[in-house]
């Protein structure tokens, strides 16, 4: 068992929304309604092909861990059959796609080799 780490570590948290060409339509949706629900977040770009470690295509949300209680939740809900890749932010990147990992449907296998 390695080391326990205190929550206090995790600065923010990433959620990726995977799609490809036939789900991009869902995924707009989808992000289109998040961005009602949660207006202050930080958004990112689309990206139609896998970039850095993500297999698949996909689009970006950032948030800090006071908001995790109500979007997490709510992406389980209303990911549409889409997958949701949720990871931790502490500084330490190879640890946060590895270990502390959430995955919303199925889950798939990152390129880590980057890190």
Do not use: C
Request: net charge negative; hydrophobic share 40%; charged share 20%.
């Amino acid at each position: 068992m390695s080391e326990e780490q205190p929550v206090s570590n995790i600065t923010s948290y990433h959620a990726h929304i995977y799609y490809d060409a036939e789900t991009k339509n869902v995924a707009e949706a989808m992000r289109g309604r998040l961005e009602e629900v949660f207006p202050d977040l930080t958004y990112g770009r689309w990206h139609d092909r896998p970039v850095g470690p993500h297999p698949s295509w996909s689009t970006q949300v950032a948030f800090p861990a006071s908001v995790f209680p109500e979007i997490v939740p709510w992406l389980a809900l209303n990911r549409a059959g889409l997958v949701v890749f949720v990871h931790t932010n502490t500084g330490d990147d190879l640890a946060d796609h590895r270990d502390h990992t959430i995955w919303l449907g199925d889950s798939q296998v990152l390129d880590l080799s980057i890190f």
